[in-house]
Nanobody
Framework: QVQLVESGGGLVQAGGSLRLACAAS????????MAWFRQAPGKEREFLAA????????PYADSVKGRFTISRDNAKNMVYLQMNSLKPEDTAVYYC???????????????WGQGTQVTVSS
């Protein structure tokens, strides 16, 4: 069982930056691939980025490539999402997820956090 808790969301102006953090409870954290998704009202949950258990592979969605950076610290059981050049269309609830294999499909992940709201004003 893995419990995930996101933090770092908030209100930011367009062009600004935020750094989201996700704390994992499990000592087996380093065995999991991690990912960030987001969901805006009325839309499906959208894959943003993933990171392999070793940190050696970091696929991104085209919508955030070059603006967002995923990273992890296995010693601290943490995964991060650095978000730069934010746009109003980035407004959503952001979720971290843990799974035994990485995927851009939400159903492939076993554990989810409760989400953190990110609002980007124009």
């Amino acid at each position: 069982q893995v419990q995930l808790v996101e933090s770092g969301g908030g209100l930011v102006q367009a062009g600004g930056s935020l750094r989201l953090a996700c704390a994992a409870s499990s000592g087996a954290f380093s065995r999991y691939h991690m990912a960030w998704f987001r969901q805006a009202p009325g839309k499906e949950r959208e894959f943003l980025a993933a990171i392999s258990w070793s940190g050696g592979s970091t696929p991104y969605a085209d919508s955030v490539k070059g603006r967002f950076t995923i990273s992890r610290d296995n010693a601290k059981n943490m995964v991060y999402l650095q978000m730069n050049s934010l746009k109003p269309e980035d407004t959503a609830v952001y979720y971290c997820a843990a799974g035994r294999s990485w995927s851009d499909r939400p159903y492939r992940y076993d554990y989810w956090g409760q989400g953190t709201q990110v609002t980007v004003s124009s």
